[in-house]
T-cell receptor, first 111, second 115 residues
Framework: DQQVKQNSPSLSVQEGRISILNCDYT??????FLWYKKYPAEGPTFLIS???IKDKNEDGRFTVFLNKSAKHLSLHIVPSQPGDSAVYFC??????????WGAGTKLIIKP | DGGITQSPKYLFRKEGQNVTLSCEQN?????MYWYRQDPGQGLRLIYY???????QKGDIAEGYSVSREKKESFPLTVTSAQKNPTAFYLC??????????????FGPGTRLTVL
């Protein structure tokens, strides 16, 4: 039973355009969400987070949007750069302060 | 330089052997975690520890064991009882204060291959 779903295993975007990565969750009790970025053979690194009391959080080129009624969040990267090519994981914090992870989306930025 | 160290990066073992993966952090974090990553799946929690000498099972603890004798160290033993041990193992840590506790810092990972 996957509580956090990233339905797109991969996404290809032209350099300079917007990348939109999507994440859906099933547990309405989740109230904090995080995005991590992972390069091959490395550990994930924290990118951006959002609390359920907000619907948007922005940090430079990265913006996370949260739609609580739809149980959906998305990460927007604009403009996309070659260094953004990585696997992006969505994660939700449960009531035990444990992270519940999505399967990841591989983002490929084409020159 | 503060960070989390996992060694070695690649590890090979014969089937039936126990193997211990090391994880050390000098971030003064109270909480430490072990995850397993398999292709096409999110990270799955094996064990976690919120304080020295205490640890809790995660979602897939069977076939694994841990210890937390020191704040800086959280070694994971993959036992012969683990049916499918070949995977990428990630160690993470986080502080316990309420603001940054949500963000976990990861080590570089260890790729374990059981032959």
């Amino acid at each position: 039973d996957q509580q956090v779903k990233q339905n797109s295993p991969s996404l290809s975007v032209q350099e300079g355009r917007i990348s939109i990565l999507n994440c859906d969750y099933t547990n309405s009790m989740f109230d904090y969400f995080l995005w991590y970025k992972k390069y091959p053979a490395e550990g994930p690194t924290f990118l951006i987070s959002i609390s359920s009391i907000k619907d948007k959080n922005e940090d430079g080129r990265f913006t996370v949007f949260l739609n609580k009624s739809a149980k959906h969040l998305s990460l927007h990267i604009v403009p996309s750069q070659p260094g953004d090519s990585a696997v992006y994981f969505c994660a939700a914090l449960n009531s035990n302060y444990q992270l519940i992870w999505g399967a990841g989306t591989k983002l490929i930025i084409k020159p | 330089d503060g960070g989390i160290t996992q060694s070695p990066k690649y590890l090979f073992r014969k089937e039936g052997q126990n193997v211990t993966l090391s994880c050390e952090q000098n971030l003064n974090h109270d909480a430490m975690y072990w995850y397993r990553q398999d292709p096409g799946q999110g990270l799955r929690l094996i064990y976690y520890s919120q304080i020295v000498n205490d640890f809790q099972k995660g979602d897939i603890a069977e076939g694994y064991s841990v210890s937390r004798e020191k704040k800086e160290s959280f070694p994971l033993t993959v036992t012969s009882a683990q049916k499918n041990p070949t995977a990428f193992y990630l160690c993470a840590s986080s502080p316990r204060d309420t603001i940054s506790y949500n963000e976990q810092f990861f080590g570089p990972g260890t790729r374990l291959t059981v032959l």
